[in-house]
C-alpha cells in the first residue's frame, strides 16, 4: 500500500532521516517508533507531503507521491495527525471537523458567492456527516464551542475525527495519546484498534508500548534518523539492537 | 412542531438573510425620512468605503494576510474609469467593468510573488504598490492631471435618468454595497469560506487537508482588490473630480483600521467600522485633525489588546469566558 524508498531528509546539512525504506501493507497497522528526535515526525510530514524528502521516492498503491503537493494527497486517501495539534484555534469543533471534509466540499468561487440551493444541500450534508463523526468521538455536545477552549484530550480526538471524516485509506498517526491521562488513551486505543479491525491501514508513531505491542502488525523502529530494526510485535521488543538504540533515553517496558 | 417552533425555525435559520433584508428596507426609506443631502452624502459614502473593506476584510480575516495598498486598488479604480471616460469617452459602466478587469489581472500579477511574502514583508510589499501608483498619479501629469487631479468624470445613468443628486447615488451606492455585502456573507459561511479561515489560522494542517493554501490567497487577493476598483469608480462618478490625496498609504491604513474596528472576517462587523470611521469626524473635530495618527493609534491598539478586532475579539473573549466557565463546570 505505502512504500518508503530510500528516503533521505537533511535540515541544514544535519540527517533527520537516512535512506530509510519499509513498507505498510493493506489493512495492517504499521508501528513506527524510535527515541526522541529519530525522524519519526520527520518520516510522517514526508509522507503527508508537509516536508519534502531530499532523495527516496514514497510510493502510495503503487503511484509515486513524493513529488504531489501537500493539497493533492488527501484527495488520494492519505490523512494524518500532528504530533503537536494543528487544530484551528478560533473555528468550531464542527467547522474544524468540517474542514476536514475538504475534498468533497465546494470549491468554485462564484458558486460559493451565490450560494444556491444546490450548494447549501451539499453544505448540509457535509454538516450531517461531520456530525456523525464527532458524535463517534463522544463529542457532539461541543461541536459549536471554539476548538481553543477543548481540553487537550478533546483537542486530541478533534484531530483524530478531522482526519478520519473523510474516509481516508491510510491514516497517519503522530504520537495520538501523548500527554493524555489513561482513561482517554484507552478511549483512543479502542478507536484505533476499532479502526484497523474495519480494514483501515494505519502508520502510527507512538512512544507508549502497550499501545504499540496491543495494535500493531509490524513494528518499525528508527534512531538517528536510520532505520535499525523492523519486524513483528515479539521480535522488537526482545530484539538486541532496539533494547540498545533506548537504553539510558527511555525504558522499553512492556 | 408547534407554529411557534415553525416561526422560531424560520427566523433561526434564515437569520442573515433576514438581517440583510431589513438593512435593504431601512436604505429604502432613508433618503425619504433623512432628505438632507449631506447627510446622504456622509451615507454614500459610507456605502462606498464599505464595499472596499469587506473585500479588505475578506483577505485580512480569511486569508490572514496584510494588506496596507488596498487604497491603491481603489485609486486604480478611480483613475481608470476617470481616464476611460474622459479622455476616451467610453460608456462610464463599460469603464468601470473593463478597470475592474484590468485591476483584478494586475491584482493577480503583484499576488504571484507577492503573496509568498508573509507579515512584515508582506506588508512593505504592499505599501510599496501603494506608494508606487501614488507616485504614478502624481507625477504623470500629461495624463493623469497630477496632483490637481482630473475633473469633468461623467456621472453613471441607469435607463437614461442620470445618477447626480445624493439619493440616485445612494440607491445605486447602497445598492451595490448591499449586494457585495450578501456575497461577502455568502462567500464566509460557504465551505470555502470555511477553507479560507483555516489558511488563516493554520497553513500547514489546512494543505495536509487539501486546501491550497496560496490558490486560495490569490483568489481572495484579486476579489479584494476588483471590489476596492469597483468601489473607486463609484467614488469617481459621484464626485465627477478626483485627485491622488485620496488614494495614499494613509487611506489604505483608514481601510485597515475600518476592517479592524469591525473585527477580522466580520463582514457585519465591516459595516460597523466603515460608519464609525467616516461618522466620527463629523462628531469630533480633532478627529479629523489628527486623523493619520488616530487611524494608526487605533489599529496598534486593537491588535495589540484583541488581535481579531475590537467587535469580535470582544465577542470571542465573552464567549471564551462563558465556555470555560461551562466547560470546568462540567469537569
Ligand atoms: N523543521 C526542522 N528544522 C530543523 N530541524 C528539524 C526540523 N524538524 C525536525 N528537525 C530535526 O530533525 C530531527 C528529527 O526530528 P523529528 O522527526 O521531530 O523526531 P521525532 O519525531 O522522532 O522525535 C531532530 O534532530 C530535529 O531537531
Ligand atoms: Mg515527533
Redesign the pocket.
Known sequence: MLEIDGISKH??GLP?LEEVSFRCREGMTTALI?P???????LINCIAGTLNPDAGAIRFTGRRIDDLPCHRRPYLGIARTF?NLALFPRLTVLENVLAGLTPEAEQSFVKSLLRLPATRHRERLLRLKAMAMLDNFGLADKARWPASVLSYGDKKRVEMARALVAGPRLLLLDEPVAGLNGAETARIAMEIRRLHGAGLTILLVEHDMDLVMTVSDHVVV?DGGRLIAAGAPQEIRTNPRVIEAYLGRMSVTA | MTPRDRIRYFFSSHRTGLSVCLLALFLLVYPAWVGNPYLLGISNLIAVYLIAVIGLNLFIGYAGQISLGHAAYLGLGAYGSALLTVHLGINPWLAMAATAVAVGLTAFLVAIPTLRLSGHYLAMATLGFNIVCYTVMMQWDRVTGGPSGLAGIPHLSLAGVAIDDETRFHYLAWGAAILVLTLGLNLARSSLGLALAAVAQNETAAASLGIQVHRAKIRIFVLSAVLASVAGSLFAHCYTFINPDSFTIFNSVELVTMVVIGGLGSIWGSLFGASLIILLPEFLHFFETFRDIIHGLIVVTVLILLPQGLVSGLKDLLRMRLLRKANNARN
Open positions: 535540515f541544514g533527520a524510535g526522541n528526535g529519530a525522524g519519526k515526525s520527520t504530533q528508527l
